[in-house]
């Protein structure tokens, strides 16, 4: 069982820069692979970025790739995802979510764990 819990999110505006964090329970955070999702109003949940259980490995959405970048530190049971260069589209709730195994998947399914989400608004 994996416990997780979001925090980061918030108000800015077009063009700034959000750090989301993901904390993890258990003891073995360091066997799962992890995954951002974001959903926007009346859409559906989406993938967005996703890192192996080592972190040595990454995978993105085209929509984010070259602003956003996913970590994680083992050692502190978390995950992050820096976004920058933020756009009004980029509105939506994010979730962090863990599947057992080393590599990152980016669809819905392959993940068991989901946190409650982070609400982040990007004005124009």
């Known amino acids: 069982q994996v416990r997780l819990v979001e925090s980061g999110g918030g108000l800015v505006q077009a063009g700034g820069s959000l750090r989301l964090s993901c904390a993890a329970s258990g003891r073995t955070f360091s066997s799962y692979a992890m995954g951002w999702f974001r959903q926007a109003p009346g859409k559906e949940r989406e993938f967005v970025a996703a890192i192996t259980a080592s972190g040595g490995g990454t995978r993105y959405a085209d929509s984010v790739k070259g602003r956003f970048t996913i970590s994680r530190d083992n050692g502190k049971n978390s995950v992050y995802l820096q976004m920058n260069s933020l756009q009004p589209e980029d509105t939506a709730v994010y979730s962090c979510?863990?599947?057992?195994?080393?590599?990152?998947?980016?669809?819905?399914?392959?993940?068991?764990?989901w946190g409650q989400g982070t609400q982040v608004t990007v004005s124009s």
């Open positions: 979510a863990a599947r057992p195994g080393i590599r990152p998947q980016t669809q819905i399914s392959e993940y068991d764990y």
